[in-house]
């Protein structure tokens, strides 16, 4: 059994194989304070979570590592800080602005069960560690210092596009215009900024008092305490340019090594109502407002719902989907609660079944993640299990349901998805009652059974009597 993780430094599948036995350093880039968490960054932590809920399943010792920005990250196309920024239009302390979304940040993946990482560190915490990084990257020739601003030379670092596939030659052509007079081409990304007079977060350092560029702080992060090379590097596909093109080169110009990490994961967009979630359109949605109207675990299922790489899509029928399957979950786990139990002992052909279908949700999971195959095997363990309810008229074997809802709630737990409170017979399973009430009156024997099938999969049993149908549940 092995896992393959899809690399995008190779645009392969490839079989994982971690630097060290069996230990697993993996950083993903964190998020920067300066707003409140959002679906975007809902859907690629939750997918992480499930990826290290995983491979600590699969024996692996998992040591996860997140940066949090709170200085360097600048606004599109300008030189403001984002942090800086909102503390200005607020009128706040830096400080204060971090501290505040940090809260809201965590306060809202705890919700959606997100495992904390092992270890979080703030950029301004590690500012001396940049600049060591930087000294050594001027030290050995890949920069260059300008009006007291240190910048990259991407033209000397030879492998600049590798991760996104991207030519130098092409970059450049693309665009003459210098957006910035400072730098010898717009490529060259900052290490070290020089602040203006009103700049409120500065430091010394033996170039200017100024800050650091954001894509250093990950750099300085990462190897402080993976060190020069490490397993998985994750984050949303728009990092991989040029934020994870310029940790690379930084990175590799410091240590000399090739293959700073070893794979590079990349979760894909999220769209809202098929439209890429974009703040500055306003098509965007807090975490905290889709949690008002939404339980945590039907976010979860949603996400899982679809592949890692894939865009994913935010609509009603999308989340309406999610709740039905979690409702069905509700009911099996009810069921199992209310059914006559005996003390016979398992039967073989039951648990031999179970395990095979645990066996196809775990090879897909080792797939390169297969969240949405996986869960098509979680809930064909569910209607089998249902299934088995019925046809033993409601006197189970013990030992058959312990092992069903163990399993059952094993692979949920890759998703935080195990629901809270009681189910309701929704209003879905009543409309299926009622058309097959009519298939019946129309002597549609075939399709009036079709329906009670697909209901005893759900774990509805309907009783035909002559006050008409009656359901009970089991
Ligand atoms: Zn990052």
Same mark, same amino acid.
């Given at each position: 059994?092995?896992?393959?993780?899809?690399?995008?430094?190779?645009?392969?599948?490839?079989?994982?194989?971690?630097?060290?036995?069996? !230990?697993?350093?993996?950083?993903?880039?964190?998020?920067? *304070?300066?707003?409140?968490?959002?679906?975007?960054?809902?859907?690629?932590?939750?997918?992480?979570?499930?990826?290290? +809920?995983?491979?600590?399943?699969?024996?692996?010792?998992?040591?996860?590592?997140?940066?949090?920005?709170?200085?360097?990250?600048?606004?599109?196309?300008?030189?403001?800080?984002?942090?800086?920024?909102?503390?200005?239009?607020?009128?706040?302390?830096?400080?204060?602005?971090?501290?505040?979304?940090?809260?809201?940040?965590?306060?809202?993946?705890?919700?959606? !069960?997100?495992?904390?990482?092992?270890?979080?560190?703030?950029?301004?915490?590690?500012?001396?560690?940049?600049?060591?990084?930087?000294?050594?990257?001027?030290?050995?020739?890949?920069?260059?210092?300008?009006?007291?601003?240190?910048?990259?030379?991407?033209?000397?670092?030879?492998?600049?596009?590798?991760?996104?596939?991207?030519?130098?030659?092409?970059?450049?052509?693309?665009?003459?215009?210098?957006?910035?007079? *400072? !730098?010898?081409? /717009?490529?060259?990304?900052?290490?070290?900024?020089?602040?203006?007079?009103?700049?409120?977060?500065?430091?010394?350092?033996?170039?200017?008092?100024?800050?650091?560029?954001?894509?250093? &702080?990950?750099?300085?992060?990462?190897?402080?305490?993976?060190?020069?090379?490490?397993?998985?590097?994750?984050?949303?596909?728009?990092?991989?340019?040029?934020?994870?093109?310029?940790?690379?080169?930084?990175?590799?110009?410091?240590?000399?090594?090739?293959?700073?990490?070893?794979?590079?994961?990349?979760?894909?967009?999220?769209?809202?109502?098929?439209?890429?979630?974009?703040?500055?359109?306003?098509?965007?949605?807090?975490?905290?407002?889709?949690?008002?109207?939404?339980?945590?675990?039907?976010? +979860?299922?949603?996400?899982?719902?679809?592949?890692? +790489?894939?865009?994913?899509?935010?609509?009603?029928? *999308?989340?309406?989907?999610?709740?039905?399957?979690?409702?069905?979950?509700?009911?099996?786990?009810?069921?199992?609660?209310?059914?006559?139990?005996?003390?016979?002992?398992?039967?073989?052909?039951?648990?031999? &079944?179970?395990?095979?279908?645990?066996?196809?949700?775990?090879?897909?999971?080792?797939?390169?993640?297969?969240? /949405?195959?996986?869960?098509?095997?979680?809930?064909?363990?569910?209607?089998?299990?249902?299934?088995?309810?019925?046809?033993?008229?409601?006197?189970?074997?013990?030992?058959?349901?312990?092992?069903?809802?163990?399993?059952?709630?094993?692979?949920?737990?890759?998703?935080?998805?195990?629901?809270?409170?009681?189910?309701?017979?929704?209003? &879905?399973?009543?409309?299926?009652?009622?058309?097959? &009430?009519?298939?019946?009156?129309?002597?549609?024997?075939?399709?009036?059974?079709?329906? +009670?099938?697909?209901?005893?999969?759900?774990?509805?049993?309907?009783?035909?009597?002559?006050?008409?149908?009656?359901?009970?549940?089991?």
């Amino acid at each position: 059994m092995s896992i393959k993780i899809f690399n995008t430094l190779t645009r392969k599948k490839e079989i994982f194989k971690p630097l060290k036995n069996n !230990k697993v350093n993996i950083f993903v880039c964190g998020v920067t *304070e300066y707003d409140y968490v959002h679906l975007g960054h809902a859907r690629t932590y939750s997918f992480y979570d499930t990826m290290i +809920r995983f491979m600590k399943y699969m024996d692996y010792k998992v040591t996860y590592l997140q940066n949090i920005t709170d200085v360097g990250h600048l606004v599109n196309n300008s030189n403001e800080d984002k942090v800086e920024k909102k503390a200005k239009e607020e009128k706040k302390t830096p400080k204060k602005i971090v501290k505040y979304y940090l809260k809201n940040h965590l306060e809202n993946f705890d919700k959606i !069960k997100l495992l904390r990482p092992d270890i979080m560190e703030k950029a301004t915490n590690n500012i001396n560690e940049i600049i060591e990084q930087i000294k050594i990257i001027l030290k050995n020739n890949y920069g260059y210092i300008s009006n007291g601003s240190v910048y990259f030379d991407v033209s000397k670092f030879k492998k600049y596009g590798k991760l996104s596939n991207k030519v130098i030659e092409e970059l450049k052509s693309g665009t003459r215009i210098k957006e910035n007079l *400072e !730098k010898d081409d /717009p490529h060259d990304f900052a290490l070290w900024i020089k602040a203006k007079k009103n700049h409120l977060q500065k430091w010394k350092s033996p170039w200017s008092i100024g800050y650091p560029g954001w894509h250093i &702080e990950d750099t300085a992060i990462a190897m402080k305490h993976f060190g020069k090379q490490y397993d998985i590097h994750g984050g949303a596909i728009e990092l991989s340019f040029p934020h994870h093109e310029a940790e690379i080169a930084q990175a590799e110009t410091i240590t000399g090594k090739n293959n700073y990490v070893k794979y590079w994961v990349h979760t894909g967009i999220l769209t809202i109502e098929n439209e890429k979630m974009s703040k500055s359109t306003g098509n965007f949605i807090k975490l905290s407002d889709c949690l008002k109207e939404n339980k945590p675990e039907v976010l +979860r299922l949603w996400i899982a719902s679809t592949h890692y +790489r894939k865009p994913l899509n935010y609509n009603k029928k *999308e989340i309406y989907d999610a709740k039905k399957k979690i409702e069905k979950l509700k009911n099996l786990f009810e069921n199992i609660k209310s059914v006559k139990k005996t003390n016979k002992k398992e039967n073989k052909k039951f648990k031999n &079944e179970i395990n095979k279908i645990k066996n196809k949700f775990i090879k897909s999971m080792e797939n390169d993640f297969n969240t /949405p195959l996986a869960l098509t095997y979680l809930f064909e363990m569910i209607s089998f299990t249902n299934k088995h309810i019925i046809e033993s008229k409601g006197n189970c074997s013990k030992n058959e349901l312990n092992i069903a809802e163990e399993n059952i709630k094993k692979l949920c737990d890759f998703f935080q998805i195990i629901p809270k409170g009681k189910s309701k017979i929704n209003n &879905e399973i009543k409309k299926m009652i009622n058309l097959r &009430e009519k298939f019946r009156k129309e002597k549609n024997w075939k399709k009036a059974d079709e329906i +009670r099938n697909k209901l005893n999969l759900e774990g509805i049993i309907l009783e035909d009597t002559k006050n008409g149908v009656k359901w009970k549940k089991y």
